[in-house]
């Protein structure tokens, strides 16, 4: 199928325009015609190699909100005109254990990533959202709640479900002192869904000018983690951090300050590895380092749904696809509250604007 | 009230023959006449000062079995020569949260330690079991299943609590496939307890010579780390991995073993850090890294009811209270099948040949 979009055609070039196939719909596929994509920090480090296993050309882009343009014959969730989401992966291989538990992002052969992955019926390579449309099993097709609005939605399906799925594992709720590391992308996400779930939340920043946006977002309290003192004041007393930073930093600063039985779940992966933490910090109070890895589909839909329930979308700052490689820009120096969000019409338009000249 | 005891006066000369002081036996208090200890490495570093908080002079010794002598007024659950045992803890505050769920090694105040530890009443020091008596709150004291061989009960006071309460509250059991690393002291008991408990057992050396061994202490098979093959083999496969080795070593050969969700406990604090783990690891498949402390009270005295069922006792090699510094050096070079524990009717014997003289 025929598709446009902007991707990588080599790791030094920024992004351009590029026209593109996508395989043919299958009796199991949705056509999705995209209105909105989020840009994450994969985007950037895949469009330029930098985790070394990118295939070019790469179209980026897993927080994709549409509409269904058509469905396959055996698509049965479905329809024409549904608002609907695509998020990290786009199939998986059904049969293992994970899978079979709905954790498809743990599958054990390993899942088909939305872009730069290798499709498991085509062989072919899998293209993202950076583009007008998307072929997608229904399986790995989420539905939008029609209240929010849609752009804001976009980031849900990546920044959203990778820090709700840590909180739910790890049953925050109500009664709970939890902690949020880093106010980005992710980390503004996880402010709004650890005070939805009821939760008293602690932002962690080294910026002291973003306290008041953090209140905002629904913190309870804002502490600035280089003040030791402030940090002193918290000591062995949250039940869950959420960390997501991914630069290399001092986890023990974050560790001490955990409950006995407490856990630290990381989301970031650095480049370099964090300082080592201390091993009599997990020993003295029983204490918990963890990972998470976005989350299911099924667990996806729970995250999109809980959203809709309680009116939550990502804070955006909307661009023209025209604008991605300055977005790239700016969001290595974190100057984004909280997620660019590509509007899929400025690809249409200037679409258009080619055709007409 | 007057002891005798092995002990150091600084952190130079080896442990000699010392007359000490106990506390007058307070009515809740049980006086107890020591006929085993075994010997801990934490006895070798306080002795030598290695944490840098030794009260001089000190009386090492932390898994003490012997016979009640005489108990106080108030002390309702041991009378006059109960088999009872002593581990790493003589006092907690008994207010705190942890204290009041029986997990007094997590006492927030800081529990007192069997020796050069700060006495909550008195304010003076307590002095360990190498020694012929002592006198411990009945709280604080267990009762030693009559069918174990009570010397080779003691080491289950530290060692075998510290294994079996990671093991127990990673709910290892049947179905389970557990690694053990390292076969020392604590490792050793650790094959033990978990097959007693069910599990598949793995056992992870770095000397090959230690097979035999391990397979006839319970280890259903027995991998050596350096192999990358054998490693590999393993790869994803484990629930739960407890982790005994206190030297810096390399935490991702055995993180990347877990299955997802599995959790592996560390008991070690090394001197140094490990190399600092990869995050990746722990993403990728959700896997927990944790640490654990001895055990609460109730909780060792379960361990200790669990090994009469079982018939579970360390492997000991009996020594004279004379020989304790040739042990501390063998210790050293892990050159023990798999503790000392000192026979202290030996130190009676040297009382009486000093009388006699």
Same mark, same amino acid.
């Given at each position: +199928?025929?598709?446009?979009?902007?991707?990588?055609?080599?790791?030094?070039?920024?992004?351009?325009?590029?026209?593109?196939?996508?395989? !043919?719909?299958?009796?199991?596929?949705?056509?999705?015609?995209?209105?909105?994509?989020?840009?994450?920090?994969?985007?950037?480090?895949?469009?330029?190699?930098?985790?070394?296993?990118?295939?070019?050309?790469?179209?980026?882009?897993?927080?994709?909100?549409?509409?269904?343009?058509?469905?396959?014959?055996? @698509?049965?969730?479905?329809?024409?005109?549904?608002?609907?989401?695509?998020?990290?992966?786009?199939?998986?291989?059904?049969?293992?254990?994970?899978?079979?538990?709905?954790?498809?992002?743990?599958?054990?052969?390993?899942? @088909?990533?939305?872009?730069?992955?290798?499709? +498991?019926?085509?062989?072919?390579?899998?293209?993202?959202?950076?583009?007008?449309?998307?072929?997608?099993?229904?399986?790995?097709?989420?539905?939008?709640?029609?209240?929010?609005?849609?752009?804001?939605?976009?980031?849900?399906?990546?920044?959203?479900?990778?820090?709700?799925?840590?909180?739910?594992?790890?049953?925050?709720?109500?009664?709970?002192?939890?902690?949020?590391?880093?106010?980005?992308?992710?980390?503004?996400?996880?402010?709004?869904?650890?005070?939805?779930?009821?939760?008293?939340?602690?932002?962690?920043?080294?910026?002291?000018?973003?306290?008041?946006?953090?209140?905002?977002?629904?913190?309870?309290?804002?502490?600035?983690?280089?003040?030791?003192?402030?940090?002193?004041?918290?000591?062995?007393?949250?039940?869950?951090?959420?960390?997501?930073?991914?630069?290399?930093?001092?986890?023990?600063?974050?560790? *001490?300050?955990?409950?006995?039985?407490?856990?630290?779940?990381?989301?970031?992966?650095?480049?370099?590895?964090?300082?080592?933490?201390? *091993?009599?910090?997990?020993?003295?109070?029983?204490?918990?380092?963890?990972?998470?890895?976005?989350?299911?589909?099924?667990?996806?839909?729970? +995250?999109?749904?809980?959203?809709?329930?309680?009116?939550?979308?990502?804070?955006?700052?909307?661009?023209?696809?025209? !604008?991605?490689?300055?977005?790239?820009?700016?969001?290595?120096?974190?100057?984004?509250?909280?997620?660019?969000?590509?509007?899929?019409?400025?690809?249409?338009?200037?679409?258009?604007?080619?055709?007409?000249?």
């Amino acid at each position: +199928m025929e598709s446009i979009g902007y991707g990588a055609v080599n790791a030094r070039q920024p992004l351009a325009k590029l026209d593109f196939a996508r395989r !043919e719909p299958r009796p199991d596929d949705v056509h999705i015609d995209i209105l909105y994509c989020g840009v994450c920090h994969s985007d950037l480090h895949t469009a330029r190699d930098e985790w070394g296993n990118t295939v070019y050309p790469v179209v980026p882009g897993h927080e994709i909100v549409g509409r269904v343009h058509s469905v396959g014959q055996q @698509v049965t969730r479905f329809r024409e005109g549904d608002l609907v989401g695509v998020g990290c992966m786009v199939d998986s291989c059904q049969q293992c254990a994970s899978c079979k538990e709905g954790l498809e992002q743990y599958c054990e052969v390993g899942f @088909v990533g939305t872009y730069n992955g290798e499709e +498991m019926h085509s062989g072919g390579m899998s293209y993202g959202g950076y583009s007008n449309n998307i072929v997608v099993n229904e399986k790995f097709v989420l539905r939008i709640p029609e209240n929010l609005p849609a752009a804001g939605a976009a980031p849900l399906l990546c920044a959203g479900i990778t820090t709700f799925s840590p909180l739910r594992q790890w049953k925050v709720g109500k009664g709970h002192k939890v902690g949020i590391v880093g106010l980005g992308g992710l980390g503004h996400m996880g402010v709004k869904l650890a005070h939805a779930m009821g939760a008293h939340v602690v932002l962690f920043t080294t910026s002291s000018n973003k306290t008041e946006d953090a209140r905002r977002l629904g913190a309870d309290e804002v502490v600035l983690s280089k003040d030791a003192d402030q940090m002193a004041a918290h000591q062995n007393s949250f039940d869950f951090i959420l960390n997501t930073v991914a630069a290399p930093h001092d986890l023990d600063a974050f560790m *001490v300050l955990l409950k006995r039985d407490g856990t630290m779940t990381l989301v970031g992966a650095p480049a370099t590895p964090h300082p080592s933490p201390q *091993v009599f910090n997990f020993i003295m109070k029983r204490r918990r380092l963890a990972g998470s890895l976005i989350g299911g589909i099924r667990e996806t839909q729970e +995250m999109l749904d809980f959203c809709g329930q309680h009116g939550i979308v990502s804070d955006i700052e909307m661009i023209p696809i025209q !604008e991605i490689n300055t977005a790239f820009e700016r969001m290595l120096k974190s100057d984004v509250k909280y997620r660019f969000v590509i509007d899929m019409a400025s690809l249409a338009n200037e679409a258009q604007a080619v055709k007409g000249a």
